[in-house]
């Protein structure tokens, strides 16, 4: 950990947080994973090596605690851990408002599906068994085709046909659904401009943009042209 020589306690918190990948690793904590690979693949690019290091640097900090259950290790945040929440919430917001543009580089189906996997909405869908096949034609081929399958409540999402009846097929860019996602597009919007294609029925098809939703950062209200600019 290295200091920055300073007496000022915000110096102080960014010695312990401001190496690279630390506080997205808080991030994933807060929204309840606690397992090294859950961990992993909310930062699919972050190598198992670093991110043991910053667990350690982060648990060595009074940030994360580590314990094993049945062989497995499990982390969780601390009080102090769990005191970022609003650290965390308040750089989601200003990224949502102010780092809005999206590389080619930043879209990553694995990502994207974990994400939704975690946070979709679940109260619109059906009860039982619901599934939804998700195409992505920019895609290579071995991660284009995905599949989220909700039984009551609880969310699954899979990268091979998991063998269910399909109750709607949606054809649409990676980015297209990342925009969605994000809030930087309505559903509407990606309707009217044929971004997207949904194959199902009628009925069926009015509903699923409310069954897939958007994220938490949909709600974040954007600045308008004139503070942008």
């Known amino acids: ?110 990502l994207l599906l974990w994400d939704m996997k975690r946070t979709i909405p679940t109260d619109p869908w059906p009860p039982g068994l619901t599934v939804v096949a998700l195409t992505f034609p920019d895609v290579e081929s071995r991660a284009a085709r995905w599949w989220i399958c909700v039984r009551d409540g609880e969310v699954d999402v899979c990268d091979y046909d998991p063998g269910f009846d399909v109750a709607a097929r949606l054809t649409l860019s990676l980015r297209t659904l990342s925009e969605i996602w994000r809030g930087d597009r309505s559903w509407a919007s990606a309707a009217s401009g044929e971004l997207v294609d949904i194959d199902a029925s009628s009925s069926i098809r009015r509903v699923v943009p409310r069954w897939i939703g958007q994220s938490s950062a949909a709600l974040v209200p954007r600045p308008g042209p004139e503070l942008v600019s």
């Not at 990948?21 to 808080?26: E, Y």
């Not at 043991?52 to 049945?70: C, F, I, M, P, Y």
């Open 1 to 110: 950990m290295t200091s920055y020589g300073q007496f000022c306690p915000m110096a102080k918190a960014m010695e312990v947080l401001d190496e690279r990948w630390t506080l997205l690793i808080v991030r994933e904590l807060l929204l309840g994973s606690t397992r090294f690979n859950d961990l992993r693949r909310g930062n699919p690019r972050m190598s198992p090596a670093l991110l043991s290091k910053r667990l350690g640097t982060l648990e060595h900090a009074g940030v994360v605690r580590r314990d094993v259950q049945e062989g497995r290790a499990r982390y969780t945040l601390t009080q102090a851990g769990e005191e970022l929440a609003p650290v965390i919430q308040a750089l989601q917001v200003w990224g949502v408002r102010w780092v809005g543009s999206l590389g080619s580089e930043d879209l990553d189906p694995h």
